[in-house]
Each structure stands twice: as structure tokens, then as C-alpha cells.
């Protein structure tokens, strides 16, 4: 589910037959998919071997996979992003505003976790945030405490962006969602809470009862100011 929606947001804004460069691909599963529907992936997760192939491709657009947000030196690395794509290439993001959470968005997140159906299929996994919530005495800190890790948030990741792109659109989405993935089995019935999930976030958010978390960004090419890359041809 959460590949899926991933793809068809990807899908909505490049061509089918264009070349993209995926940053943080993990195992592949966007990337696999987004092959299968006739496009040419370079998938990159810290492959520098995988970068010398995107720049021979020229690559048409470059998304970062809820990935941008471990991303150090940040503006390096949105320069040299720049530097691979066409002139007119497309840059997508898919990440996520940890911290614009209020504690009704946390208490509905967690009253999820804790109904009868949850308790029948989730498999507590160390590490796993959904695990850190559900076993700590407090989930609003327990919340807090995983939004103080050192990632860059929203602001800074959108700051980054305005200086090598022009931003042309900026999408609250559902996320929660995904973080029960990594403690679900691969079965019909989890993947059926999976999407039921979903669409009980979705409602949620469109009644105003919670808060979006997850942020999808579409930003274009601009003039690099002061770069010592070299754009692809």
C-alpha cells in the first residue's frame, strides 16, 4: 500500500518513459514498480557506482524517497541533484513534518494501535517507532523524543529546495499509515488494515479531527548561483 501510493503520486507528475534517479530506494520496491510501468530507474542508496549512471542517462526527474530528511551536507546534496537533472528536469519529494503533530493527532494514532484488530496482527519489532509507542509510559514523549533525533525537519528540507529549485507545489498527505508496515506480517489481513488505515486517516484529516503529517514536494530546475558542478548534457 504505502509503495503503491508512493508510485501513483511519482506517476501523476512524470511521463511514462522518462529517466528518474530514486534517492533512498531501500530494497527497491518504488523503484521495481515504477520499471514495470515503462520508466528508467536509477535506484540509489549509497551507491556512488549508481550516480556515474544517472549522469550518463541524463535524468529527467530525481525523487527523494522519504529520504531527504538524513540527507547531510543537505545543500550539497541538493546541488549536485540540480546538476544531474535537464534544464528542465523535475525534482519530487516524498518525506514527512514529524513535529507539526498535535496530541490529537497522536492520541487518534494511538488509540489505533491499541483496538483489538491491532492487537491480532501488529508484531512488536525493536526499534520500530509504532513498538516505541505502544510500550512507552507516555506516547505524546515517547513522540517527542523520536522528533528530536537528528534529522532535518520540514522547514529546513523546504528552505534547502528554494535555493536550487523553483517549488511549484507543496501536499499535506496521510503517513501515519506507513509506520505499521515493519511490524505487520505479509498477509491479506494486514494488508486489509493496512488500506482501512489509510482511509480512516484520510477522513480524519478531511474532517479536521487530526493533522497531516506526510508532505509531498514538486519542485523545477532553476539557474544554479555560484555552483562548482557541472550540469548534465
Not at 501513483?8 to 530494497?27: K, P
Not at 513534518?97 to 494501535?113: C, E, H, K, N
Request: aromatic share 6%; glycine share 6%; charged share 20%.
Amino acid at each position: 500500500m504505502p509503495t503503491r501510493e508512493t508510485v501513483e503520486f511519482l506517476a501523476s507528475h512524470v511521463t511514462r518513459g522518462a529517466s528518474l534517479l530514486e534517492i533512498g530506494c531501500g530494497r527497491g520496491e518504488v523503484a521495481q514498480l515504477l520499471g514495470n510501468f515503462g520508466y528508467h530507474v536509477v535506484a540509489l542508496d549509497a551507491d556512488l557506482e549508481a550516480v556515474a549512471r544517472a549522469r550518463e542517462l541524463g535524468v529527467d526527474a530525481i525523487v527523494f524517497t522519504h529520504s531527504l530528511h538524513h540527507i547531510g551536507p543537505l545543500d550539497a546534496a541538493l546541488e549536485r541533484a540540480h546538476a544531474l537533472l535537464h534544464p528542465r528536469g523535475m525534482l519530487l519529494i516524498e518525506d514527512f513534518a514529524f513535529g507539526t503533530a498535535d496530541s490529537a493527532t497522536i492520541d487518534w494514532f494511538v488509540t489505533m494501535l491499541r483496538t483489538e484488530r491491532a492487537a491480532a496482527l501488529l508484531q512488536p519489532v525493536v526499534h520500530q517507532f509504532v513498538t516505541q509507542l505502544l510500550t512507552a509510559a507516555d506516547p505524546h514523549v515517547a513522540w517527542h523524543r523520536a522528533d528530536s533525533h537528528d534529522i532535518h525537519d520540514i522547514e529546513t528540507m523546504r528552505s534547502a529546495v528554494s535555493r536550487h529549485f523553483t517549488e511549484s507545489q507543496v501536499e499535506s498527505v496521510p503517513y501515519l499509515y506507513r509506520y505499521l508496515v515493519p511490524v505487520l506480517a505479509d498477509t491479506t489481513a494486514a494488508a486489509e488494515w493496512v488500506a482501512s488505515t489509510l482511509r480512516a486517516e484520510r477522513e480524519a484529516i478531511a474532517s479536521g479531527q487530526i493533522v497531516a503529517i506526510g508532505r509531498r514536494i514538486v519542485a523545477q530546475n532553476q539557474p544554479l548561483k555560484n555552483s562548482r558542478i557541472t550540469p548534465a548534457s
